[in-house]
């Protein structure tokens, strides 16, 4: 549960949605996450796991290919300005937009397949059938991401109100552009 609550790409994500672009928009980033948690999920349990987890090539190659995502909605948000006229655009985001974000975010996390690959045998009855444990313990696991991001969206709605200035708004998309710069230079910077 504590993986969960870090925050991390998504959860910054997830709170920037909220109060830039409103809770509705910020569900449909946080149904894109869960979504991509549980597809990274499910092929830790495959072949294609394996591979990931121990070829060196393909997981860097996985890694800068999230560490440039990351960049990419760093730059976006850095560039971005609290003016009214950009804040709306930035609203009018289409939810679509908003959950391929959040998709992506969690799809290019090379590293969250090494979690699960490392975590989840440990919940495993090597007695009982394996599919139906892993599946339980994957939708589980991103029901719980879908809740504490509901959590901070919420949260992250109620907050709007003392962020809503031009001035307020250009300083958190520098701080929010900053933060995911960070993640995807740790990401670089991050071996296995």
Request: proline letters at 3%.
């Amino acid at each position: 549960m504590a993986t969960i609550l870090l925050p991390g790409p998504a959860v910054m994500l997830t709170i920037n949605n909220s109060i830039q672009r409103g809770f509705a928009k910020s569900l449909a980033g946080i149904c894109g996450v869960a979504l991509g948690i549980l597809i990274v999920a499910a092929v830790s349990a495959s072949s294609l796991g394996v591979i990931l987890a121990s070829s060196v090539l393909a997981f860097t190659v996985v890694k800068f290919i999230g560490a440039a995502y990351l960049f990419y909605l760093g730059y976006k948000m850095w560039r971005t300005k609290g003016e009214s006229k950009i804040g709306k655009s930035i609203a009018a985001s289409s939810m679509k937009k908003c959950f391929l974000e959040g998709f992506f975010v969690s799809i290019t996390n090379p590293k969250a397949v090494i979690f699960f690959m490392s975590i989840f045998p440990q919940f495993i009855n090597v007695e009982n059938a394996f599919m139906p444990q892993f599946m339980l313990l994957v939708f589980t696991f991103s029901l719980l991401v879908f809740m504490v991001h509901i959590s901070y969206a919420v949260f992250s709605g109620l907050a709007k109100t003392k962020l809503s200035s031009p001035k307020s708004m250009t300083m958190m998309n520098k701080v929010s552009g900053g933060v995911f710069f960070g993640f995807g230079a740790g990401l670089v910077a991050a071996g296995k």
